[in-house]
């Protein structure tokens, strides 16, 4: 199995189940033998949090959504992953596009409308 991305958020005032979820996905992804590592929004706890599973992860200045899908897209790919698994409190189409166009496969949860 090849590299893959983890984007994902948590901490006051979005939560922890994005992180609980995503480390489950992580540890699954692990156990087929993916190279996986995290980019993360969110305080230096949460980044620990997924770290702890032998992750490299990278923390994410702004929260994830269309304005800088492109910059982090590119960013994603340029550190070795051809697919991201996104896990975000509002993943917006745009979003999803402009990582597309990164060269990112993207795979998300998706919670309510779409």
């Known amino acids: 199995m090849s590299a893959v991305g983890v984007l994902t958020e948590g901490g006051v005032g979005i939560g922890l189940g994005h992180v609980t979820e995503s480390a489950h996905v992580i540890d699954a992804l692990q156990r087929l033998g993916a190279d996986v590592s995290c980019w993360i929004y969110g305080p230096k706890e949460v980044r620990t949090t997924l770290a702890r599973r032998g992750t490299r992860t990278t923390a994410v200045r702004e929260r994830p959504g269309p304005e800088g899908a492109a910059v982090l897209g590119r960013r994603i790919r340029r550190a070795g992953p051809g697919l991201v698994f996104c ?8 979003t999803v596009r402009r990582l597309r166009a990164a060269g990112l496969k993207v795979a998300a949860i998706i919670e309510g409308r779409a």
């Open 87 to 94: 896990n975000l409190m509002r993943l917006e189409a745009v």
